[in-house]
């Protein structure tokens, strides 16, 4: 079944080499545990530190939305003074008593406020205007009153002035329209602003570091305080806020740019005002005492994260390290220290103790299997000892039976059963070695066997014939190494006993190649080949034949000047012997005792 615990997740995902130690895991899981902390602490002071920031813009709003009221209230308590006049008065006499009258109760606010005609004119019925045209210039400036008058704002010898324009009841002598005209200067004193109830206490006042003009239509900025030593704003900076302001339908537009606010648009709907807020000092400390706690929280929790570390790597990874450095060491020297995890936590001396009970149960175990082995190569060397013994017992026995025997063909078969018998001797003493199954090497096996087959010949033979062999150092499996040798065995000893009668010189060859995945053996003759007449060729030949086809291999015989064999078959894989001997299985042998010769 598949797991899905969270690092099985986390295997799936392929990065289970992020999380592939104790060290890079207990990282894991700090942050995993500090981050949301982080985190939320981190939006915290971001939002502390917008707040700040954006100080400015909030206070240059508040300044621009207080002047532009104060602005439209004194506009609209200059028209409420004028509409009270003129429903008050009933003649032009009353009417100067009445302006007379509201100019001393406004404190001598205004510069000029009388009636004027159609033309602009100020009535003459009194003799002088009031009060001097000298103390307000250009109050009568492009005074053309049509069907609607409006409000005006204009600048004289650098100081604003406020015109307020409302038709009057009362007629000229002549029939015409007159208009009451009030005319004030606009020269503000910021602490006056900051000390009004309506605008905030002068603590925390908005105008603090802050500056304010009138832009006019020509684009000229005028300081709405005439006592302050501001600098003027940079052109190109107000005609990029004026631009804004159009591109917004006329809406005051606020930005900020190097630490300072700007807020830029029309007031009372007269004159285009621009505010600009410096960055307060308490904003500036408060800033940097946000700073300093950011980078203070930083560096507690790169300590907080650097301490558990080393204390993690302390407690948990060194422990571990010595552990695996104990269980290398085991590995090379099959001993164990358990006494090292006397100082570590109680689950690593746990771990320390169990591991050391099992290296000690392992050690007994592998005592006991190497004794067990040691017995059981001492008792199959011994088996393939008293094996080899008794393959040289049973050949001297053949030996001797066919040299007692009195018929010719008794003889011969007898002393071919013992070529047979010395060729598995010689094949057992190969292919055991110290009591192991070994793969036989036939470039180093076949010379060696076939020096063997030219010495049990006759000197008569050994004098005519040659045995020449070209064999490549072809590795077979005893599996398919006996049945091989078995052929070539039987095929060149025929050739010694049948092919080169009558003293016929001639030359036998044996080759042996590996071609891709297939073996190929070639045994050639230049005699007079071979016929089955004779018992011993028929059984030889037979067995050539059972060989091939336990090799699942093909066979092929030519005769003419001399006899050539080719078997080609598979290489065949290294397999375990069995216990039954070698032998082509093949129905042709019936019952004989080598009707299980090989595997």
Known sequence: MKSWTPIARLRSSG???????????MLGVILGSV?????????????????????????????????????????????NMLRTIDQTTVDMESVWRFLRLAQSASGMRYCLLAMVDGEGRIRDSQPDPFPSAEACPGAMRDLHITEAPENSFWTERGRPYLRVVMPARHLDPQGRPTYFVAVEPVDW????????????DRNTSVFDNVSAWFVLADGQSQPLCSGCEWSSP???????????????????????????????????????????????????????????????????LMAGLLGVMIVG?????????????????????????????????????????????????????????????ERQRALIAEIHHRVKNNLQI???????????????????????ARERVRTLAILQRHLYVEGDLENLNMAEFLPEMGEQMMQSADDDVRARVTLELDVEPVILSPGVATPIVLIVSELVTNALAHAFPDGRYGTIRVSLAREEDRLRLEVTDDGIGLGEESGGVGLGLQLVRG?????????????????????????????EPSG??????????GSSPLSRVGH
């Not at 039954?580 to 042998?589: L, R, V």
Request: proline share 4%; with cysteine.
């Open 547 to 575: 060989f091939a086809r336990q090799l699942s291999g093909q066979l092929a015989m030519e005769e003419g000047k001399g006899s050539r064999w080719v078997i080609t078959c598979p290489m065949g894989e290294e397999k």
């Open 234 to 300: 940079q052109a190109d900076l107000v005609a990029q806020l004026a631009q804004q302001s159009r591109a917004h339908d006329g809406i005051p537009v606020w930005e900020s740019r190097d630490q300072l606010s700007y807020a830029f648009g029309p007031t009372a709907g007269i004159v285009n005002l621009l505010v600009i807020a410096r960055r307060l000092p308490a904003e500036t400390r408060a800033l940097q005492m946000l700073g300093g706690w950011i980078a203070l929280v930083s560096v507690l």
């Open 35 to 79: 981050l949301p902390i982080a985190a939320l602490g981190t939006v915290l002071i971001w939002q502390d530190y917008e707040r700040l920031a954006d100080s400015g813009n909030r206070r240059v709003a508040a300044a621009f939305w207080q002047i532009d009221s104060r602005i439209s209230r004194d506009i609209e308590r200059t028209r």
């Open 394 to 416: 049973v050949g001297s026995l053949l030996s001797l039976q066919g040299n007692r025997s009195g018929k010719d063909d008794v003889r011969s078969a007898l002393l071919r």
């Open 313 to 373: 790597r302390r407690l948990v990874t060194r422990p571990l390290h010595q552990l695996t450095d104990a269980v290398r060491t085991w590995e090379k020297t099959e001993y164990f220290d358990a006494a090292i995890g006397a100082g570590m936590p109680r689950e690593f001396r746990q771990l320390s103790w169990t591991f050391g009970t099992a290296t000690r149960r392992l050690a007994r175990r592998e005592t006991e299997l190497r004794h067990a082995l």
């Open 580 to 589: 039954d001997g070698y032998a082509p299985e093949t129905a042709a042998f």
């Open 189 to 200: 004193h910021f602490p006056s602003l900051a000390g009004n109830p309506s605008l905030g």
């Open 15 to 25: 990065t289970e080499h992020l999380l592939d130690s104790v060290r890079s895991r």
